[in-house]
């Protein structure tokens, strides 16, 4: 992350998350930028689209899949709000994201740093580079409010 050409795209992820807010879903947002430009984002949506697999990085990576006419993100980067579960952890292995950047940790449902680990087991076919903490207390903030305001 210290390349001059370092550029965080995860304003653009905390804008969404406080979008997927708006609208009742659980604060979180990704985008999928190759070659420094935007291809596909996403907020989660599982309760509008009636879909438990509606996160925000299943979304983007749907997107990102159709915007370029691949199944395979090679190149990628995905930025995002919080820490992947195992399913988007498996979906970003599979695309074969390059890069994956996280704001906030989850001990509970995390599977990057935390619970599974998906790319630390030795049946992962693809181990992106993961960056964590960018805007991390904006991410975990968001979310700590949205839960709060749930239970008041």
Known sequence: MSDAGFRSFMPRALLLARDAAGAGEVPIGAVIVKDGVVIAEAHNSPR???DPTAHAE????RRA????GDERLTG???WVTLE???MCAGAIAHARIARLYYAASDPKGGAVEHGARVFAQAQCL??????SGIAEAEAAALLRAFFRDRRS
């Open 48 to 50: 509008a689209d009636h």
């Open 58 to 61: 299943i979304l983007a990576i």
């Open 65 to 68: 899949a159709q915007a370029l």
């Open 76 to 78: 990628c980067e995905l």
């Open 84 to 86: 992947p579960c195992a």
């Open 126 to 131: 693809h181990r992106p580079e993961v960056y």
